[in-house]
């Protein structure tokens, strides 16, 4: 049985960093594509970061471009979300997902982790 599990979160003041941790179990992340998204109260659900490849070529939504950085350990089988100078709009329950293949942009994911809450205080 596949399981993604996110770990990290939690109240950081604005300004501060968070290392959100994605943990695969039941199957192999290795190359393929591993985003992060995030949704915060009453808002739609929004692509964060994603990373994929032999290459580990990476994507950022514009808002976190420059602050967030995704990376794999595949050792660990576990991919990162390093967030630093947080802002209180970052506030929201991140999530990671895959599909275990290659394609980025999918019409939906197929495994989704149950998320972990990030709030940043002002």
């Known amino acids: 049985q596949v399981q993604l599990v996110e770990s990290g979160g939690g109240l950081v003041q604005a300004g501060g960093s968070l290392r959100l941790s994605c943990a695969a179990s039941?199957?192999?992340?290795?190359?393929?594509?591993v985003p992060w998204f995030r949704q915060a109260p009453g808002k739609e659900r929004e692509f964060v970061a994603a990373?994929?490849?032999?290459?580990?070529?990476?994507d950022y939504a514009d808002s976190v471009k420059g602050r967030f950085t995704i990376s794999r350990d595949s050792a660990k089988n576990t991919v990162y979300l390093q967030m630093n100078n947080l802002k209180p709009d970052d506030t929201a329950t991140y999530s990671c997902?895959?599909?275990?293949?290659?394609?980025?942009?999918?019409?939906?994911?197929?495994?989704w982790g149950k998320g972990t809450l990030v709030t940043v205080s002002s």
């Open positions: 997902a895959t599909n275990f293949d290659y394609i980025i942009y999918p019409n939906d994911w197929a495994y």
């Open positions: 039941g199957r192999t992340f290795g190359t393929y594509v």
């Open positions: 990373v994929a490849g032999f290459g580990g070529t990476t």
